[in-house]
């Protein structure tokens, strides 16, 4: 038997005043989010962060702080006896980013599941819109709380 809960991880990796999203296309829809994705059994959510982070990006990341942990229930949007619990780290790089990332708005995304693209959105712009899911759309809240006009 499962537990009916599913653990995210994701990382807010913010330059020049831009956060990076992820666009992708799962369950024959497209979707807009943070990069990251779900704990893995036995791995902490620091490892499962980096691990994502390897996995979609190519990239190695430094945790810099907590952002925010869900405090209201979610039910998940893929799986309605599962309730969500994600939890947000700031990140940085560790080393350069080697994949393409889209600075001029939303690129396409292939209808074909799991294809996945990113792209930056600017700070002073970002709102709970862009986003598909509503933890997403609370983080993106609190980015333009703590963030626009600084």
Not at 32 to 59: D, I, N
Request: proline share 3%; net charge negative; no cysteine.
């Amino acid at each position: 038997m499962s537990l009916p809960f599913n653990v995210r991880i994701y990382g807010i990796l913010i330059e020049n005043g831009s956060v990076l999203v992820s666009d992708e296309f799962h369950f024959g829809k497209q979707i807009t989010k943070f990069p990251g994705g779900g704990l893995q059994f036995g791995e902490g959510t620091v490892q499962g962060l980096k691990r994502e982070f390897m996995e979609e990006l190519q990239l190695e990341i430094n945790i810099t702080s907590h952002f925010y942990t869900v405090d209201f229930f979610q039910q998940s949007a893929f799986n309605n006896e599962h309730q969500v619990i994600s939890i947000y780290y700031l990140i940085e790089k560790a080393v350069p980013l080697q994949i393409e990332v889209s600075t001029s708005g939303k690129p396409e995304v292939e209808e074909k599941n799991g294809a996945q693209s990113f792209r930056w959105i600017s700070l002073d712009k970002i709102s709970a819109d862009d986003f598909t899911f509503p933890i997403d759309k609370r983080v993106a809240e609190m980015l333009a709380e703590n963030f626009q006009g600084s």
